[in-house]
């Protein structure tokens, strides 16, 4: 676990113009809405006005930026997916007597 917080520290501190925190959110955002080509996510942080809410005062991150990001945080993803699932279980802010795992012949669902 020390490696992967030395990971994130030297991740963090790498030069951004906008911040890293902010740049995810607005990668989320974007990947929700189907955005994905990093041109395409650069042009909506300039003429989006939900992205423009997310970057505040931040300058719009441009295309080059968020494909360095990307590559930098890949090595990260699967560590920053599982916190976003473990803390809210371990803050009792998630049900989990409503999860349902999907058959093989996806028909059927079972509870687990």
Same mark, same amino acid.
């Given at each position: 676990? $020390?490696?992967?917080? @030395?990971? %994130?520290?030297?991740?963090?501190?790498? @030069? /951004?113009?906008?911040n890293?925190?902010?740049i995810? =959110? !607005? #990668?989320?955002?974007?990947?929700?809405?189907?955005?994905?080509?990093?041109?395409? &996510?650069?042009?909506?942080?300039? /003429? $989006?006005?939900?992205? @423009?809410? *997310? *970057?505040?005062?931040?300058?719009?991150?441009?295309? %080059?930026? !968020?494909?360095?990001?990307? +590559?930098? &945080?890949? =090595? #990260?993803?699967?560590?920053?997916?599982? +916190?976003?699932?473990e &803390?809210? !279980?371990?803050?009792?802010?998630? $049900? #989990?007597?409503? &999860? /349902?795992?999907?058959?093989k $012949?996806?028909? #059927?669902? +079972? +509870?687990?």
């Amino acid at each position: 676990k $020390d490696e992967e917080t @030395k990971k %994130s520290s030297s991740f963090l501190n790498a @030069k /951004y113009l906008s911040n890293p925190a902010t740049i995810f =959110e !607005i #990668l989320i955002f974007c990947y929700s809405e189907g955005i994905f080509l990093s041109r395409e &996510i650069e042009k909506s942080c300039k /003429y $989006d006005l939900r992205i @423009k809410y *997310l *970057l505040d005062t931040e300058k719009v991150p441009n295309h %080059s930026t !968020i494909n360095r990001f990307r +590559q930098k &945080i890949m =090595e #990260l993803t699967p560590s920053i997916l599982n +916190q976003m699932v473990e &803390i809210p !279980i371990e803050e009792n802010q998630i $049900d #989990l007597s409503s &999860i /349902y795992r999907r058959n093989k $012949d996806r028909s #059927l669902c +079972q +509870q687990i």
